[in-house]
């Protein structure tokens, strides 16, 4: 009656598994997406050239700092594993929640609660625990970090109230540009406020490629939401790096990076030069 699962395996590694022949025409199938024990660094993206130095500088003081993210690309375009480097870059004593379908995210922080959601037992749906209801508990667990492993239905909402009411939070979402992510969300079924999409800071877009005839993951770019304009009620984005194709290289496009509004407010509040 249920010939879908969706699990983890005991390594952490993903597993999908679809039983007999109802759903797959030639019989029961499974899927793994495995997950290396030792885990994927800043550095190994660096040096794999998803990211430059110089971004994963950005989003280290960004992280350090409180700022929210949002990864945005297509499926296996590495945002959760983007996602899971950049939150190394988070202070060991802080206290981080975890919210996801099944466990991927993977952190050393010794006061870290990994939440996973859970599939009802029973035809009324009793018992099931879904992404929202997770979300609800997690604001009254006082973190300093909320971390969705992807956002995709009404726990949107909660996470940029979240993210309004000071908490610092990552996610990951299903697009292939900003002004895609910006549109998903303020249009149903997430609805988002465009008020409450200002209080997030940074969206980083990835993708899968191909370089040299190799495939690889890029990070095409990272924009920063810098407020509404008061006349047109739109959305203003500032874009702060953009990966070059021809080069296979990460462009700064700002005169400095002090330009950044995410660089500037963290200047100001340590009371930088």
């Known amino acids: 009656s249920n010939p879908l699962v969706d699990a983890t395996l005991p390594d952490g590694s993903r597993i999908q598994l679809t039983l007999g022949k109802d759903v797959t025409a030639r019989g029961s199938t499974f899927t793994i997406r495995r997950f290396r024990e030792v885990l994927i660094t800043p550095v190994d993206l660096i040096r794999w050239g998803t990211f430059s130095a110089e971004q994963m500088a950005y989003l280290w003081l960004a992280a350090e700092n409180g700022k929210s993210m949002l990864f945005v690309g297509g499926t296996a375009s590495g945002k959760t594993t983007s996602l899971n480097a950049v939150a190394l870059f988070i202070p060991l004593n802080a206290k981080i929640v975890t919210i996801e379908d099944t466990r991927e995210i993977k952190l050393p922080h010794m006061n870290w609660i990994p939440a996973v959601t859970r599939e009802s037992f029973t035809d009324d749906e009793k018992g099931r625990i879904d992404m929202y209801d997770l979300l609800k508990a997690a604001l009254r667990q006082r973190p300093e970090y909320i971390l969705v492993g992807e956002v995709r239905g009404r726990e949107a909402?909660?996470?940029?109230?979240?993210?309004?009411?000071?908490?610092?939070?990552?996610?990951?979402?299903?697009?292939?540009?900003?002004?895609?992510?910006?549109?998903?969300?303020?249009?149903p079924p997430l609805s988002v406020p465009r008020s409450m999409l200002a209080s997030l800071d940074i969206i980083c877009i990835q993708a899968q490629t191909f370089v040299g005839g190799r495939r690889v993951r890029r990070n095409l770019g990272i924009s920063e939401i810098v407020g509404i304009d008061p006349v047109t009620r739109n959305l203003k984005t500032i874009d702060v790096f953009k990966w070059d194709p021809s080069t296979d290289t990460h462009r700064l496009l700002l005169n400095d990076i002090w330009n950044s509004q995410v660089m500037s407010e963290i200047m100001e509040f340590k009371a930088w030069s």
């Open 157 to 187: 909402q909660t996470l940029f109230q979240a993210m309004s009411t000071g908490h610092t939070t990552f996610s990951t979402f299903h697009a292939d540009s900003v002004e895609a992510a910006i549109h998903r969300l303020e249009y």
